[in-house]
């Protein structure tokens, strides 16, 4: 009796997934063959042949019908901090197969944070002053556990934000005692589960920080076990000098170096992107070295007046003192009103934009490198916002692997799912493997694709059938599925090196 109620117990399961192709996250080449997939407390239970089930009970019995089943997406570059909390359902990354999102990239975070007025620039892309809630690490994790989002969270610490809590003003570097008071708030979120430090020194509110501010405060890593990532001082004519930089503050904390939104930007950087990956190879060889990449030729931030140029379109998304010009282009605003870019663009301010400032064959030649893995960069507060927050990730499926060939889709898998479980340090994510989290997306391969557009962004994917997220479903047929929020906070595991 005890051996049949035990094996009855162990063939029953929450989810039975059947009839699927498996893209499992290591990029190992796909096969023709078919599987079931079960799922229990949250974990894959197992993964056999199809059609070996006969006698198993599963809860819900969903049919994969010869399509593909993959880890879920990891969003990397994510500005989704305050937003987790205030829109749980996180809609446009859930539609996409995104399961797990990465908060706190480029020097800004929710947490831990202090105002002393308005958020300063651009940490004013996270939301209103009324959204930043957490002075302490401790206090966002906790808000977050309670909001109970639809995907999971895991979250760095950003550089501008801790500037932000020990200075009386960003324009100038740190004294020692600042930069003490920034390493205890960094320890004592590191301790929490963070998964080390960002920085974004290239905007105007951190580039007053000398390399020697963010080489101490980036010393606490190690001991943790974080990661330190960056949006370089520069993307523009003096990149590689910033590259130079990024790596000297990776060696001497002694952690993983991510460079986040690796890009040629401005059309006289246009085709240099040999030149900046083989720097990042060449550093590869001394020390852990790797980026993250959306597949667009268009970034979005801020309007930053060291960028404003009549070299290529910049789309105005919002204005604060000038919301009816969001929408229009910097220069038909400027025109207009009678003035050149730079006034039209200090009399916006503050403001966004989109600027469509890199060259397509620059964007497939970083996109491609083995030491790349895919993040949006989606502002997801923008009333107008790049398309990448709701596409980026079926985009890199359905343009660069399927139409373009750019890369097998296994591998297009990998650099979405495995590579970066393992850069970031998710333990027990981004495989499909027994014992592992539940996070899984199931597609259909020849469908799959991204339907939001600069003038329409806020479309779901097409070609996403469901999504799981801790074993639970919770998007099916292009929405989600009723009381399903099932995401959690990711503590930090061990990032591994990226050689």
């Known amino acids: 009796m005890t051996d049949r109620t035990e094996n009855f117990a162990d063939r029953t399961v929450d989810t039975l997934i059947t009839d699927v192709r498996l893209a499992d996250g290591s990029g190992a080449p796909m096969t023709d063959d078919r599987f079931d997939v079960a799922l229990r407390g949250g974990r894959i239970h197992s993964i056999t042949p199809a059609g070996e089930r006969s006698g198993w009970q599963a809860t819900q019995v969903v049919a994969g019908n010869g399509n593909v089943l993959s880890p879920g997406f990891i969003d990397v570059h994510t500005h989704d901090d305050t937003n987790v909390v205030r829109a749980p359902e996180m809609t446009p990354k859930l539609s996409q197969g995104v399961t797990t999102v990465v908060v706190g990239n480029c020097g800004i975070s929710a947490s831990p944070v202090t105002l002393k007025g308005d958020p300063p620039d651009p940490m004013n892309l996270l939301g209103e002053a009324s959204a930043f809630q957490y002075p302490t690490f401790a206090a966002y994790v906790e808000a977050l556990e309670k909001a109970q989002p639809s995907i999971n969270v895991a979250a760095l610490i950003g550089h501008t934000a801790l500037r932000n809590n020990h200075m009386d003003r960003l324009d100038r570097p740190a004294t020692q005692a600042e930069i003490e008071g920034m390493r205890a708030q960094l320890r004592e979120a590191l301790a929490g589960g963070a998964l080390g430090l960002s920085t974004g020194l290239a905007y105007a509110n951190a580039n ?61 950087n246009w085709g240099r992107s040999t030149e900046i990956l083989e720097a990042l190879d060449k550093a590869q060889r001394f020390q852990p070295v790797g980026c993250d990449c959306y597949p667009y030729t268009a970034s979005s931030s801020t309007l930053d007046l060291k960028q404003v140029t009549d070299d290529f379109d910049i789309l105005v998304t919002w204005s604060q ?57 989606g502002l997801p507060n923008d009333p107008l916002p790049h398309p990448r927050l709701w596409g980026a990730f079926p985009r890199v499926l359905g343009r660069y692997s399927r139409e373009q060939a750019l890369f097998p889709l296994a591998e297009a898998v990998h650099k979405m799912t495995g590579l970066s479980a393992e850069r970031f340090g998710l333990s027990e994510r981004g495989f499909v493997r027994e014992g592992y989290w539940a996070d899984l997306v199931l597609f259909d391969p020849a469908t799959v694709a991204d339907a939001a557009t600069f003038t329409d962004p806020m479309q779901p994917a097409y070609g996403i059938s469901a999504v ?32």
């Open 468 to 499: 799981w997220v801790n074993g639970v479903l919770s998007w099916q047929d292009r929405a989600p599925t009723q009381n399903a929020r099932a995401g959690r906070f990711v503590r930090r595991g061990t990032p591994q090196p990226v050689l």
């Open 208 to 268: 007053a920080a000398p390399t020697e501010e963010v080489l101490a405060l980036a010393e606490p890593l190690a001991e943790a076990g974080g990661l330190y990532a960056t949006h370089l001082r520069t993307e523009f004519a003096e990149i590689l000098e910033a590259l130079d930089e990024a790596f000297r503050i990776g060696r001497h904390a002694r952690v993983p170096v991510v460079v986040s939104h690796l890009k040629c930007a401005g059309v006289d």
């Open 321 to 377: 003192p000038h919301p009816e010009q969001g929408g229009k282009l910097l220069a038909k605003i400027a025109a207009d009103w009678g003035v050149d870019l730079m006034e039209a663009a200090k009399r916006l301010q503050p403001a966004g934009a989109v600027y469509h400032c890199m060259e397509e064959d620059d964007v497939r030649r970083i996109l491609r490198h083995p030491a790349t893995v895919v993040g949006s960069d």
